[in-house]
């Protein structure tokens, strides 16, 4: 394919993939406004607290869809991939369905409640199986729709049983049933023109080492927010999490970007030259993203309230700090692709330091932000040297 038809296709796929992120995302954020106003402020703490529970344990479900796309990309059918998938989403429903007493208890929540965050998880996990195979496939058109109708249909049958005066687990179990059904019907479509290997097994391993790396990239974007909870006063650790929707923003609106370069770092012939554009191109959009939000920061206050007025001034650090692990998110997504997970030791060490950072030397937002910038960038650009390096190397092995 010539390199101008590539870049072409390439801009296309990222535009589409960002319109499907960006509906889901929108989605997302829109659920918490009648759920924290409908709910009241102890039912909106126990609806938040198991969405946030339903997060950590979807974390295979991420690494399903990026495992199934390189096996895609390297010739796998859709019959040996979606076995995979089975089988994750099995052992994801009875690590669920131990962990409902526990989590329950843990966060004093109602079983019903619990149990409705929680079996979302498996169906999580069939619809990243079909994701999977619409990124391998380079497929972004379709799965721009599936990402956004994901979205949609995980808010708005919870919205409606708000609406009509339910609680936060027939809220929940609404979400699982609007999920489910996204799964089913993008099953039926996916694997068109997915054309390889079907008898060919892929053992559940891979997945749990993917699942390390999204988990330690997890962690680094939302330990901190945990930290100034410990550390800080209420007050500032409310300011520290104001903030942090700079971090979030800075962090999510380029993700398309590795979603779909991330067939070509799969393949072996294009992966050098892949993950070079795709860290070139996070580059270039954080540093845009926090010139935008350093120039736009005095009109925070302005748009959102006084609340901001005390880290106006600290909120391009926060757009820094996403930006960075934007970067991180790209270079771990090729460590992925290339069966390279062990560069998330660089991750994990890079997150150890930053706590012990924390706890120990900061009592400022100014401090916490900091050393978040610090443990960010350093490790984006320690683990995205060695991505580059690692792909070379595996390249003219081949």
Not at 60 to 83: D, F, I, M, N, S
Not at 140 to 146: A, E, N, T
Not at 255 to 265: E, F, H, T
Not at 314 to 323: D, K, P, R, T, V
């Amino acid at each position: 394919m010539p390199r101008q038809t590539r870049t072409n296709s390439a801009v296309a796929g990222v535009t589409m993939v960002t319109a499907g992120s960006m509906i889901a995302n929108i989605a997302s954020y829109l659920l918490h406004l009648p759920a924290s106003r409908w709910l009241g402020p102890s039912g909106y703490g126990e609806f938040a607290s198991l969405l946030a529970a339903q997060l950590v344990l979807a974390v295979p479900a991420l690494a399903l869809q990026t495992v199934v796309a390189r096996e895609v990309v390297r010739g796998k059918g859709a019959h040996a991939v979606r076995l995979l998938g089975y089988r994750c989403a099995v052992i994801v429903a009875v690590v669920a369905a131990l962990l409902v007493p526990v989590v329950s208890w843990a966060l004093d929540t109602g079983i019903l409640a619990t149990s409705s965050a929680l079996i979302t998880a498996p169906v999580l996990v069939l619809l990243a199986t079909e994701q999977g195979l619409l990124q391998g496939a380079a497929r972004f058109g379709p799965l721009s729709v599936v990402l956004a109708a994901a979205g949609v249909a995980k808010v708005v049958p919870a919205v409606v049983v708000l609406a009509a005066g339910a609680g936060p687990g027939f809220a929940l179990a609404a979400s699982a049933t609007g999920t489910g059904l996204v799964a089913v019907v993008t099953r039926l479509f996916a694997d068109s023109g997915v054309l390889g290997e079907a008898s060919t097994r892929i053992g559940v391993g891979a997945v749990l080492k993917a699942s390390q790396v999204q988990l330690a990239l997890i962690a680094l974007s939302s330990m901190d927010l945990v930290i100034a909870r410990i550390v800080l006063s209420n007050d500032d650790a409310g300011l520290y999490a104001l903030g942090a929707v700079a971090t979030k923003a800075a962090f999510w609106l380029p993700q398309a970007v590795g979603v779909v370069l991330y067939p070509r770092m799969a393949n072996p012939a294009q992966s050098v030259q892949a993950i070079r554009s795709a860290l070139v191109i996070l580059v270039a959009l954080g540093a845009v993203l926090v010139a935008g939000v350093a120039v736009a920061a005095p009109l925070a206050p302005l748009l959102v309230g006084d609340a901001y007025q005390p880290v106006q001034s600290l909120l391009w650090l926060f757009a820094l700090q996403g930006a960075c692990l934007a970067v991180l998110q790209g270079a771990l997504l090729s460590a992925i692709a290339g069966e390279r997970t062990h560069l998330a030791v660089i991750a994990w060490i890079g997150l150890a330091v930053e706590m012990i950072a924390m706890l120990t030397v900061a009592s400022t937002i100014g401090q916490f932000i900091g050393i978040a910038v610090a443990a960010a960038s350093s490790t984006a650009l320690v683990v995205g040297v060695r991505a580059v390096r690692s792909a070379r190397r595996d390249a003219v092995a081949a």
